[in-house]
């Protein structure tokens, strides 16, 4: 159980979090990192924390290069000012999770979230050339740089992607950046898997794609006006306002969960749901969210993920369900190595104990 009595620190600057990420270590103290609070609910339950660290007084961009489309931030500043600042020079960061606004960029590095616009642009990793993380010992470490061809030897801010703050805790990252698109389209239809199927084959790719329970599918295509607006044409969709894709990254659940499989068995797995299911899918990419309501029923569809070659994962649920279904899944091939990193990150198990898979 978590104690009841928590040390909230507020740093101002990447050295002061450092140092009190080394002395709370020091003293044996279990330490957790605190962004924007919209993803504290994936993960396992804490088993104690003593001291939080609020990451939102590092909020400056550091540097932004325009012509280079490079931008170098601290990890407390949140997605929605990151994409203010970079629309003066008409760049975003392709980054659309669900329950914003409110994510900062260090949790969503952390926790590993991501949205709709996955299907072009890939997940963080693909865009993120450097980080900055405190480590418990107190030091600030680096990997990347902040040049798009900057990887040599070990990649090792991958590490950190998805890690729950487990191995330290991100304080700056670098990020290519993309340009605004010459021409957004957003189209819909109420045909379910038939209309994804149409969409899918279209001339032009979707930027985005989105398909909900009850057979509504949204399509986003990004590019030039002719391109774009040859293949909306062809598919015959009508058109809905943009604001769409802000409504639905507002989406969360209070149960809420992840499944991840090879996108030709989404619609299999999604089938095998309870029947009356509530959730929305990214079909092109093999991703759904699911709001579930019976703790058997997540275990069952687990079983089917996992025999699917894919996973489940709990992104938001109640200490007591996470205690009987587990919030990660059956434990993975690599759970001894993670294990050793682990050892070797943070030897004495104070960032976010009992949060991740180890």
Not at 183 to 197: I, L, M, N
Not at 206 to 229: K, M, T, W
Not at 240 to 259: C, G, K, L, P, V
Not at 260 to 265: E, I, M, Y
Request: aromatic fraction near 6%; include cysteine; proline fraction near 7%.
């Amino acid at each position: 159980m978590v104690r009841a009595a928590i040390e909230v620190i507020k740093p101002r600057t990447a050295e002061d979090l450092a140092t009190t990420l080394g002395e709370a270590a020091a003293g044996g103290k279990a330490v957790t990192a605190v962004g924007g609070g919209r993803a504290a609910g994936m993960g396992g339950s804490l088993h104690r924390c003593d001291v939080e660290l609020h990451t939102g007084g590092l909020d400056r961009v550091i540097e932004h290069s325009p012509a280079d489309m490079v931008v170098s931030v601290e990890a407390g500043i949140t997605l929605e000012a990151l994409q203010v600042h970079l629309a003066k020079s008409g760049q975003f960061l392709p980054l659309d999770p669900f329950n914003s606004p409110g994510h900062t960029i260090g949790g969503l590095l952390a926790t590993g979230w991501t949205g709709p616009l996955r299907m072009r642009y890939g997940s963080p990793r693909d865009f993120l050339i450097g980080i900055r993380v405190a480590l418990p010992d107190g030091r600030l470490a680096s990997a990347g740089g902040r040049v798009v061809k900057n990887v040599s030897g070990y990649d090792l801010m991958k590490l950190h992607l998805g890690a729950m703050g487990s191995l330290g805790v991100i304080v700056a990252a670098s990020f290519k950046v993309f340009p605004q698109p010459l021409h957004d389209v957003t189209v819909e239809s109420h045909d379910g898997w038939p209309a994804v199927d149409a969409v899918l084959a279209a001339p032009v790719a979707p930027s985005a794609i989105e398909l909900f329970s009850d057979g509504r599918v949204i399509a986003r295509f990004f590019g030039s006006p002719d391109a774009v607006n040859s293949t909306v044409k062809t598919l015959g969709w009508p058109g809905t306002d943009r604001e769409a894709w802000t409504q639905h990254s507002h989406r969360a659940a209070d149960r809420w969960a992840r499944i991840a499989v090879p996108r030709t068995k989404l619609r299999e797995v999604l089938n095998a749901l309870p029947q009356g299911s509530r959730w929305w899918a990214s079909p092109g990419v093999g991703i759904a969210h699911w709001a579930f309501d019976d703790e058997a029923a997540v275990i069952t569809a687990r079983t089917f993920a996992e025999s699917a070659g894919g996973s489940l994962v709990l992104m938001f649920a109640p200490d007591q369900v996470k205690e009987k279904v587990g919030a990660w899944g059956s434990p993975p091939p690599t759970l001894e190595v993670m294990r050793r990193l682990k050892e070797a990150f943070d030897p004495k198990h104070i960032l976010n104990p009992g949060r991740y898979v180890i």
